[in-house]
């Protein structure tokens, strides 16, 4: 179920930006937590952190990580996106971007919704979902 959203929800950006040429490179990150019965079903895209609270015996809080960020900080992920053609460097700051050409806005996420033209550099809209049992 949580795939066929992203698919549902990338294929609405695509075809919105297909009608506006000012829409080709953007893009959205998006996590996803959905609680059934006793199970948490997390679904991540890009950037965005789920992070679960949870009550210790000694009356503390515990947080707990339930995705990770798709970032070149990955290997896999910037190999993916260097494999493509992607042209990946620091600019302004401390953080790797990869660039369509020159003149573009770089990315740091390495998958999100839309993006299209970013697409042929690598850029993955496949969640990552994890299963956690709540009790």
């Known amino acids: 179920f949580l795939k066929e959203s992203f698919v549902g929800a990338e294929n609405k950006i695509l075809e919105l930006q297909s009608s506006a040429q000012n829409l080709k490179t953007s893009g959205t990150c998006c996590c996803i937590a959905l609680i059934r019965r006793n199970r948490c079903f997390i679904a991540n895209l890009g950037n965005s952190r789920a992070v679960l609270c ?53 990315l740091t996420a390495t998958r999100a919704l839309g993006g299209n033209e970013y697409k042929q550099l690598g850029l993955s809209d496949e969640p990552d979902i994890e299963v956690l049992d709540l009790i």
């Open 54 to 106: 949870r009550e210790t015996l000694v009356n503390d809080c515990q947080a707990i990580e339930l995705s990770r960020d798709h970032s070149l900080k990955n290997k896999y992920e910037k190999r993916r996106i260097v494999k493509k053609g992607g042209k990946v460097r620091k600019q302004g700051g401390p953080v790797d971007r990869f660039w369509v050409d020159e003149s573009g806005p770089g």
